[in-house]
């Protein structure tokens, strides 16, 4: 069993200007500009879902900055099996904690290159965590950018135990997450 199987895996992918844009305002993405995708393992196989955001807004922070906040309600997470869907949601609470929520400094999103690191506060079931997100590639088509972020982190960490059926197949301390915000053009 590698280390990477022992922690919650996160990828944040996030289409944005880098270095030419100096204000997200402007673009209004819609909640359908984000997808999200998210791979974990069991003690059998590896698993893999997606989920979908319904907000992405600027939220002004100390010192006038912008944060950059992306809503991902747990309703959407879908592995494409429901007894999987169900244990998950009930894992996360989402009767009673509906949203996982992830936010960046826009100043960092926009100046950060690959390979640098990003600081990411992750909510999920009122935990909040800051999480060391890398980027890890950036992609240019037609004026649109991509920027991969990557980061690891635990489900213990938001104090969540994992699923098991019949107390023999688990799902191991890791999730991968990709989220991809799409459709960010230069500012004209």
């Not at 950060?112 to 690191?117: L, Y």
């Not at 909040?128 to 991509?146: F, H, I, K, L, P």
Request: contains cysteine; proline residues 3%.
């Amino acid at each position: 069993m590698n280390h990477h199987a022992k922690h919650v895996r996160i990828t944040f992918t996030i289409f944005c200007i880098l270095g030419i844009m100096t204000s997200l305002s402007a673009l209004a993405l819609p909640p359908s500009a984000v997808e999200v995708e998210f791979i974990g393992d069991s003690t059998l196989h590896r698993f893999s879902g997606t989920a979908m955001a319904s907000e992405i807004a600027e939220v002004s922070a100390p010192g006038n900055r912008t944060l950059i906040r992306v809503v991902i309600p747990v309703s959407t997470m879908n592995t494409g099996h429901e007894s999987r869907d169900n244990n998950m949601r009930h894992m996360l609470d989402a009767a009673h904690y509906g949203l996982i929520v992830g936010e960046a400094l826009r100043e960092e999103l926009l100046q950060a290159r690959a390979g640098e690191t990003i600081a990411l506060a992750l909510t999920i079931r009122n935990e909040t965590r800051q999480v060391e997100a890398v980027w890890s590639r950036m992609d240019e088509a037609n004026g649109e950018y991509t920027v991969v972020l990557e980061c690891d982190i635990s489900l213990k960490d938001y104090l969540l135990k994992a699923p098991s059926v019949m107390g023999l197949i688990r799902v191991k301390d890791t999730v991968h997450l990709s989220i991809k915000v799409m459709g960010i053009k230069e500012p004209s």
